[in-house]
């Protein structure tokens, strides 16, 4: 395997893990809103969950599609738990709307 064949390979699984490190840098600002003024064990308490769902992903995505699988069930992941976590911290606390 030269380097092209590395490159065509690694291109894919580099763009989808940066959609999904986006993705999840979409709760930055709103975890940090409600710790500082909100209710701080919302963002905590989501964290497990989270976790409870990437793990199984990751591994299924490796099995079903090697490293550009492992990529896409992260990216997929981060869209779950990121949906998730807008929906259910901003319906329990007062962020504006603006930050969503």
């Known amino acids: 395997m030269g380097w092209p064949a590395i490159c065509g390979t690694g291109l894919p699984v580099l763009v989808l893990i940066t959609l999904g490190m986006l993705v999840d840098s979409m709760t930055n600002l709103p975890s940090l ?4 003024v909100a ?3 919302l ?4 964290q497990l969950p ?6 199984p992903a990751l ?9 550009i699988g492992t990529a896409l069930a992260h990216l ?5 738990a990121t949906t998730t976590f807008m929906v259910y911290v901003h ?10």
Do not use: D, M
Not at 33 to 36: F, L, Q, S, T, W
Not at 91 to 100: A, T, V, Y
């Open 43 to 46: 963002p905590v308490c989501l």
């Open 76 to 80: 997929i992941a981060s869209v779950i």
């Open 59 to 67: 591994i299924i995505g490796t099995q079903k599609g090697g490293i």
């Open 39 to 41: 209710i701080p064990e």
């Open 91 to 100: 319906g329990r606390s007062f962020l504006p709307h603006c930050l969503i």
């Open 50 to 55: 989270e976790q409870y769902l990437a793990l």
């Open 33 to 36: 809103i409600n710790n500082a």
